[in-house]
């Protein structure tokens, strides 16, 4: 039963463009999404979250976009660089308030790539 | 640098033997989670141990367990281990609201 899904196995991109990562989930009692970045041989790296409370947050070149009658979410990166290639991973998570408790649900993850 | 430290990085067990990963992180981080991530899945949530008590348990059998000590250092223990259960083990440790991860523990069972 996968509760949260990236239907997108990868993703290519050239430099300077728009990526967009997707996600959607089932579990409606989820309140609370994150993105992490992960490089090989190392542990996943907070990126963004966003409460269900919102339906946009943006820091930088990253934007999370919740669409919560959908129950989807995605991630934009503008301008992509070569930098951000890395498996991005959407996580969600029953929490209170809109903070993180820790037990969070991870889609299986889409590698993005970056081209120069 | 996540302030999240494990060991051992690399490990090989044969099938039935036990293992133990250790995960030490930042001082004044009392929640720690362990998530296991099997090849080209995402990590899965095993269980989460808040000031030394278990306070969440993901879909692992008993055999999977855990201990959280004062100085801010936990194990995860696996008996009597499976073929299945070769995969990478995070430790996550929360603090200011985010989550931090370690590096992971590569098990793989032979």
């Known amino acids: 039963d996968q509760q949260v899904k990236q239907n997108s196995p990868s993703l290519s991109v050239q430099e300077g463009r728009i990526s967009i990562l997707n996600c959607d989930y089932t579990n409606s009692m989820f309140d609370y999404f994150l993105w992490y970045k992960k490089y090989p041989a190392e542990g996943p790296t907070f990126l963004i979250s966003i409460s269900s409370i919102k339906d946009k947050n943006e820091d930088g070149r990253f934007t999370v976009f919740l669409n919560k009658s959908a129950k989807h979410l995605s991630l934009h990166i503008v301008p992509s660089q070569p930098g951000d290639s890395a498996v991005y991973f959407c996580a969600a998570e029953e929490g209170f308030g809109g903070t993180s408790y820790g037990k969070l649900t991870f889609g299986q993850g889409t590698i993005l790539t970056v081209h120069p | 640098e996540t302030g999240v430290t494990q060991s051992p990085t690399h490990l090989i067990k044969t099938r039935g033997q036990q293992v133990t990963l250790r995960c030490s992180s930042q001082s004044g981080h009392n929640t720690v989670s362990w998530y296991q991530q099997a090849l080209g899945q995402g990590p899965q949530f095993i269980f989460q141990y808040y000031r030394e008590e278990e306070n969440g348990r993901g879909n692992f059998p008993p055999r999977f367990s855990g201990l959280q000590f004062p100085n801010y250092s936990s194990e995860l223990n696996v008996n009597a281990l499976e073929l299945d259960d070769s995969a990478l083990y995070l430790c996550?440790?929360?603090?200011?609201?985010?989550?931090?991860f370690g590096e992971g523990s590569r098990l793989t069972v032979l």
């Open positions: 996550a440790s929360r603090g200011g609201g985010e989550l931090f």
